[in-house]
């Protein structure tokens, strides 16, 4: 261990702040002092900001980023860059927007250390090289997020939902390690790049399907998606757009490094990523269209955009050309933006209308009846998010999924053709129930709740403003993150082509 | 085809996630179902220990299996407390009686 | 210069928008002047465009890779759509001052209607497939937005989320389109697409053509995408003449107009476009007779005229169709705009509720028939000029049948704008007294449309001149307005189109004979033709499936296992076919 090389402080400052945090908390109990945890968190995820920039100048340079000890390996290519990128930045705005938002609630120390613990996974996750070290990772942010969704102890939806997730992320968490037994007792080797270079064998099929499974209950592939909308619409805010920002990527991210691994024994990966794809755009549609309660419909929403990951995800398969990958790369880092814009916002909401009234009710969407007039900022930032999730310009969602898009007729195959085309009338089918959000918030009069809710804090407006701002400039701007997304897509294909 | 030592273990690895995943599917009670999930992890141990044996890396796998029931116990321990809160404050274990979340 | 107008008649509004939004509603009065002041320095600067007219790039943003460049091209029929969205749109914005004066949330309604002024002058001026698609669906969500702006009437959120879902739904022609002409030409620019479509394989130039062909029939409400405009009437009042009147309907016109070159080749294409065209004037003509609200009327009217528009793409009078567009767009506003300050005068839009509003109405009485002048094509107005060019066209060029529908549809016109105009100003007075006539800055508006209704068609030379001149794929001979105007009063297929007018006026005058005729088509006209019907199946079956599938959200931990095991099962068969394929 003679130097730790930069990235690795993104891993280590989270994962070693994680127990300081919770201790602060329980040491300092002074109503003075309780603020503590709260600050501390988001002060370590501010700095870890600075190994990020140095870990992305020094990928730019076309440095490797690799650490090795003992059996741990870590490398950090432009995929696992994109993930710390979306883990970090929605991370520390949580952080600070859980503040005000937990203000009245018990064990927030456990909140914040669990909080930061879970992005130092994710971002572990993103930098493993071997199968069996993704696993812990992944498991490992699992764990942390089960007690996050199951944050209000004392509410039976919360319980429930944190229970039920417990119970279907764990078994299929289970069938991953049964793929990895499979792997690792055909082919030896665990290393991702050694089962890379392992000579294709049937029984790695086998293990494929597994893995597509197992990492696809976590990343909600339509049918083990139904532990989503419950874990997603009880969990405080803040972790809803957490886990559906960034968490549910992280499952995608490991589903593709295992995948990228076992990419030559089948050639039906594509058809599978597309397929699970157009199911999951139009289930995730035809849920959220049924939906009374806002976190759920949204929750739904994100199997909905699940799918047009997988889309992209399936046509770069399929052409093994970069444009697809990108495009849902981006989408993916998108998605984080808008996913937590919306979660964030609609949590506003929830706090000023029932929370700060020590109220634990879902948000109904006839509760946002005339919130403009009362909440001009997150009425706004709201519409603004659920609109680009529909795929309006000029916000982000519409530049990410016309890359896609774009993707899809490069190929000049009739069938990604047809499914792009499914793929936009699903977008225009998400309209159908995000439209009528926005109309309900610009009502001139107001529901019951509205006219009695308090003031939203200042501190939770900054999240609102930051992400927003983000939108509208991806919207106009889309190249901007190029930086980012191209390398995570060029990571990946370099796995397919066997590099 | 005679029954290898293997085949026989691979037939007891699916045997076992059977047995765990028809737990899942029937009970009714909380408890058994973080037990079902143990059955579960039960068969996953089983296979990686084969697979060592197989490929003659058996210390690695020992210590694969090792770090699974690690992990696998903190989440039998997580989903106990969650019973226990459940019991608290809804008064039942019936997972039955979970299912206000639905449409 | 032209970059820096170019630049003004985008942003402008598009400034004022966002500095309306932030004044908020606390200050009234500031709105009103933003947004005047705004929309007029847009105006302004879009006609400034016009010496500059040239079929050159004028400016191209590079957004990189896949996105190529936003570039903007200042040619006449750019300049045409830019300076009608914005000069009307300054004139809608001055009728506003005085319609929505008591209005509340004022800073939403002059934020959009400035955004959608902007975005219109940009779509119009678009050289790249990317933007046109981009700005192509900010107008839908302007539309969107402003058709439910009285959020509190569920009527309004219908309708507008109506206008949003079908249009979107045309959109995704634009986008398949768009996507296709990329994926083969590997460039977004609208010059390469026109130039280089000859070297598509043809089965893709069909497509394109087609796709292109959905998007506008959705955009111009051409049958059977219609439905959705007489319920966007639930707008404000300006917005209906800006929006669903002048503009943005206009947009699907455009378009065609623009791509004509390239699919005019299509086997097929143009006579679909002209029997499209053919059968909504037609069709929505009928409509009109039989509505009983003054903006339906005028909405279904809208849809008829688009008809001929669309027509004359089809027949490949390029010059016609756009003449008319500029001809509709003004006189149509007046229209709307005049039934504007009656329905404030008098508080309703039920045509049974008028009547005798004439004598206490004068300004706002010749306004209107003066619009109606252009709506039926009478010399001197200009909706005679650009209809009868139309037709002419289509007599020349097209097949006998369809033009013989046309000309059954200026007939109709004629006898739905009589009706109209006698079911509000002629008899006795049905309903409550009109407070006023006009407000001043209303009868401002209304006075300059009427003007131009009277005179645009004197723009007829330049018009085609800058056309012959910018648009270098559309081969365009120029005209002088002399040459036009001796050209039109010499064809006889104007002297046929105004003997079918004056037949069909006198229809009116017998329709005490016709009225049993009348109440057994009446069901079929009120419930449009069945397209309501469909189109209200298809959104119950959507909405059934998902309450169907509703059902496998159980809740229970079980079944959510169970749910693994069956993605288990699916992923090994399909993996398990690739195997033995």
């Known amino acids: 261990m003679s130097q730790i090389p930069v990235f690795l402080w993104l891993i280590l400052l989270p994962l070693l702040a994680s127990p300081v945090i919770y201790l602060l908390g329980r040491l300092f109990r002074k109503p003075g002092l309780a603020r503590l945890p709260y600050l501390a968190a988001v002060l370590v995820l501010a700095i870890s900001l600075v190994p990020f920039v140095l870990a992305a100048r020094a990928l730019g340079a076309g440095e490797t980023l690799h650490y090795e000890l003992g059996s741990i390996s870590l490398h950090m290519d432009g995929l696992g860059l994109l993930l710390a990128a979306v883990a970090l930045g ?8 859980s503040g005000p938002y937990l203000s009245k609630e018990d064990g927030q120390e456990k909140f914040y250390a669990m909080l930061v613990l879970m992005v130092s996974m994710i971002v572990g996750l993103g930098c493993a090289t071997d199968l069996f070290n993704l696993w812990i990772w992944f498991e490992a942010m699992a764990v942390t997020s089960y007690l996050l969704v199951a944050f209000y102890r004392t509410q039976a939806a919360s319980l429930e939902a944190g229970f039920k997730y417990l119970v279907q992320s764990a078994a299929g968490s289970v069938l991953v390690v049964v793929g990895i037994a499979i792997i690792f007792g055909a082919t030896g080797t665990l290393d991702l790049a050694g089962i890379r270079a392992a000579a294709p064998a049937p029984i790695l099929i086998a293990a494929g399907a597994l893995f597509v499974v197992g990492f696809g209950v976590k990343s909600a592939l339509v049918p083990m998606h139904t532990w989503l909308p419950d874990a997603h619409s009880q969990a405080p805010s803040g972790i809803s757009a957490m886990l559906s920002g960034v968490v549910i990527e992280a499952g995608l991210v490991a589903l593709l490094r295992s995948l990228g691994a076992l990419f030559a024994v089948s050639a039906s990966w594509p058809a599978l990523l597309i397929g699970f794809g157009a199911l999951n755009m139009l289930l995730g549609n035809l849920m959220a269209l049924q939906q009374k309660q806002v976190k759920r419909l949204l929750a739904f929403s994100s199997v909905a955009h699940m799918g047009y990951m997988l889309l992209g995800l399936g046509i770069a398969f399929y052409s093994g050309q970069i444009a697809g990958a990108q495009g849902s790369m981006f989408h993916l880092f998108n998605h984080g933006l808008m996913k937590g814009l919306a979660f964030l916002s609609a949590g506003t909401l929830l706090y000023t209308l029932y929370i700060a009234r020590s109220h634990h009710g879902p948000l109904m969407i006839d509760d946002l009846a005339g919130a403009a007039t009362r909440y001009p900022l997150a009425a706004l930032t709201f519409s603004m998010a659920v609109l680009a999730l529909g795929g309006l310009p000029p916000l982000a969602g519409f530049m990410s999924k016309w890359q896609i898009f774009v993707a899809g007729f490069q190929t000049h195959n009739i069938w990604l053709e047809t499914m792009v085309i499914f793929g936009a009338l699903n977008s225009v089918l998400s309209l159908v129930y995000y439209a009528p959000l926005v109309n309900a918030m610009y009502r001139l009069e107001p529901s019951a709740r509205v006219r009695e809710g308090g003031r939203a804090p200042w501190v939770m407006s900054i999240p609102l403003v930051i992400l927003g701002l983000a939108i509208v400039v991806l919207g106009v701007w889309p190249s901007l993150m190029n930086w980012l997304t191209e390398p995570a897509a060029r990571s990946l294909l370099a796995v397919l082509a066997g590099q | 085809m005679t029954l290898s030592p293997l085949l026989i273990i691979m037939i007891g690895v699916i045997g076992l996630l059977g047995a765990g995943f028809y737990g899942l599917l029937v009970s009714r009670n909380l ?73 | 210069m032209l970059k820096l107008f170019l630049l003004l008649t985008i942003g402008l509004p598009w400034l004022g928008a966002a500095c309306i939004w932030l004044i908020g509603d606390r200050r009234p009065r500031l709105l009103h002047a933003f947004a005047v002041a705004f929309s007029a320095a847009a105006g302004l600067s879009a006609l400034a465009m016009l010496p500059y007219a040239s079929e050159e790039i004028a400016i191209s943003l590079p957004l990189g890779g896949i996105f190529g460049n936003f570039s903007l091209v200042a040619d006449g029929l750019g300049i045409l759509i830019a300076a009608i969205a914005s000069v009307i749109g300054c004139l809608a914005i001055i009728f506003a001052t005085d319609y929505m004066k008591h209005a509340h949330q004022l800073a939403r309604f002059y934020a959009l209607v400035l955004f959608f002024i902007g975005t219109m002058s940009g779509l119009g001026l678009s050289g790249s497939l990317l933007l046109t698609f981009f700005l192509w669906e900010i107008t839908a969500f302007c539309s969107y937005a402003l058709i439910s702006f009285h959020n509190d009437d569920p009527k309004a959120v219908a309708g507008g989320i109506k206008a949003l879902i079908m249009t979107q739904v045309g959109g995704v022609g634009l986008l398949a389109g ?54 966007a009437m639930e707008a404000p009042t300006p917005v209906t003449a ?13 378009l065609l107009a623009r791509f004509y070159p390239a699919f005019a080749e299509i086997p097929g294409w143009s006579t679909t476009v002209m029997i499209v065209g053919a059968l909504t004037a037609l069709l929505a003509g009928l409509m009109a007779v039989a509505a009983g609200d003054i903006k339906r009327v005028l909405a279904y009217s809208t849809i008829s005229q688009l008809g001929y528009m669309v027509y004359a793409v089809g027949c490949g009078a390029i010059f016609a169709s756009q003449f008319h567009l500029l001809s509709h767009a003004i006189f149509k506003a007046l229209l709307f705009l005049a039934a504007g300050a009656i329905i404030t005068a008098i508080d309703t839009r039920d045509l049974q509720k008028m009547g005798g509003l004439g004598k206490k109405m004068p300004f706002v009485r010749l306004a209107f028939i003066i619009g109606s002048l252009g709506l039926v094509g009478l010399p001197i107005a200009n909706g005679f000029f650009s209809k009868e060019l139309i037709l002419e066209k289509g007599l ?104 079918v007018i004056l037949l069909s006026g006198a229809l009116w005058f017998g329709r005490a004979k016709l009225a049993p005729l009348g109440r057994i088509f009446e069901p079929i006209l009120v419930h449009d033709f069945g397209f309501e019907w469909l189109q209200t199946q298809i959104s119950r079956l959507v909405r059934g499936s998902a309450a169907l599938l509703q059902h496998t959200q159980t809740g229970q931990v079980n079944w959510n296992v169970a749910g693994i095991l069956l993605g288990l099962l699916a992923v090994l068969i399909l993996l398990a076919r690739g195997i033995s394929s």
């Open chain 1, 90 to 97: 929605l991370g520390g705005l949580v952080a600070l927007y």
């Open chain 2, 31 to 103: 408890i058994k179902i973080v037990v079902a999930l143990q059955v579960l992890v039960k068969a996953a141990l089983v296979g990686l220990i084969a697979a060592g044996n197989y490929n003659g890396q058996i210390n690695l796998a020992q210590s694969l299996a090792l770090t699974v029931i690690i992990a696998d116990t903190i989440v039998a321990v997580m989903g106990i407390a969650l019973g226990v809160q459940i019991r608290r404050h809804m008064g039942t274990l019936d997972v039955r009686e979970l299912s206000k979340l639905k449409g």
């Open chain 3, 178 to 231: 768009a996507l296709l002409a990329y994926a083969y030409l590997g460039d977004y620019a609208i010059s390469t697409f026109l130039a280089q479509a000859g070297t598509l394989p043809p089965g893709v130039l069909a497509v394109i053509g087609f796709s292109f062909l959905l998007a506008a029939a959705a955009k111009s409400a051409q049958v059977p995408l219609h439905s959705w405009l007489p319920d």
């Open chain 3, 242 to 254: 800006l929006i669903h009147a002048a503009t943005m309907v206009n947009a699907g016109v455009y």
């Open chain 3, 396 to 499: 020349e060029s097209g097949p006998l049948a369809l033009y013989l529908v046309m000309l059954a549809g200026a007939g109709i016109t004629a006898l739905y704008t009589l009706r109209l105009n006698w079911l509000i100003f002629a008899g006795e007075p049905r309903g409550p007294e009109p407070q006023h006539d006009g407000l001043p800055a209303m009868r401002v508006s209304l006075g300059i449309l009427a003007l131009g209704t009277l005179t645009s068609w004197l723009l007829a030379g330049g018009l085609g001149n800058m056309f012959a001149g910018t648009l270098p794929f559309h081969h365009i001979e120029a005209e002088t307005t002399l040459t036009v105007a001796e050209h039109i009063f010499s064809a006889p297929a104007t002297w046929v189109a105004m003997a």
